[in-house]
Nanobody, 123 residues
Framework: QVQLVESGGGLVQAGGSLRLSCAAS????????MGWFRQAPGKNREFVAA???????HYIDSLKGRFTISRDNAKNTVYLQMNSLKPEDTAVYYC?????????????????WGQGTQVTVSS
């Protein structure tokens, strides 16, 4: 049974930083591309970043330079470092795993999802 468990969300002031973690189990982690999506209230779930098993990295253009995705295959964990946070970054952040090594920036790309972690950025 595949499980993705996110942690690290919370409340932060604008300009602050958070690091999200997603611990995976039940899959051969190094063979999966891992990604982060987010969903704000009343909006569709949107792609944030993804990293393949060979560490090819993709970001949504608007977040480049502020967010950094990384993975530790020894720990079966993917991270999202978020800096210079803005109120518009407020959303539930979801970890995703895909056995499609070609990254697609749509929710249908994911085979598995975590339960989500809330990130709230106050102004």
């Amino acid at each position: 049974q595949v499980q993705l468990v996110e942690s690290g969300g919370g409340l932060v002031q604008a300009g602050g930083s958070l690091r999200l973690s997603c611990a995976a189990s039940g899959l051969t982690f190094s063979r999966y591309a891992m990604g982060w999506f987010r969903q704000a209230p009343g909006k569709n779930r949107e792609f944030v970043a993804a990293i393949t098993g060979i560490s090819s990295i993709h970001y949504i253009d608007s977040l480049k330079g502020r967010f950094t995705i990384s993975r530790d295959n020894a720990k079966n964990t993917v991270y999202l470092q978020m800096n210079s946070l803005k109120p518009e970054d407020t959303a539930v952040y979801y970890c995703a795993a895909s056995n499609d090594v070609v990254v697609r920036t749509i929710p249908a790309w994911a085979d598995y999802w975590g339960q989500g972690t809330q990130v709230t950025v106050s102004s």
